[in-house]
């Protein structure tokens, strides 16, 4: 079964590009929206890039023109395309998973993944 978990953090430099994946559990059914949001130390966890089932995508203001979601739904996976990376975005990474069933919204998230953004 596919992992609900995180990958692709590491340290870059500024201006530089990373490329996160989720996979989302094979469990969780009627996913409607993968997302990725983040979280600084001492601060709100904040909405980054969202990318629907019809592939309708939202960005945070800060990453349009840098960061790309994507999403391939029959793997449940999620992607996020980060380039032109500035110290700013440096912060935990989350993945998160929107599914919708009898009118009831539930979210699954994974466990983060850091990204460093050095200079």
């Known amino acids: 079964q596919v992992q609900h978990v995180e990958s692709g953090g590491g340290l870059v430099q500024a201006g530089g590009s990373l490329r996160l994946s989720c996979a989302a559990s094979?469990?969780?059914?009627?996913?409607?929206?993968m997302g990725w949001y983040r979280q600084a130390p001492g601060k709100q966890r904040e909405l980054v890039a969202t990318?629907?089932?019809?592939?309708?995508?939202t960005y945070a203001d800060s990453v349009k023109g840098r960061f790309t979601i994507s999403r391939d739904t029959a793997k449940n996976t999620a992607y996020l395309q980060m380039n032109s990376l500035k110290p700013e975005d440096t912060a935990v990474y989350y993945c998160?998973?929107?599914?919708?069933?009898?009118?009831?919204?539930?979210?699954?998230w994974g466990q983060g993944t850091q990204v460093t953004v050095s200079s």
């Open positions: 998160n998973a929107r599914s919708r069933v009898r009118g009831v919204s539930t979210d699954y």
């Open positions: 990318v629907t089932s019809g592939g309708t995508t």
């Open positions: 094979g469990r969780i059914f009627n996913i409607n929206t």
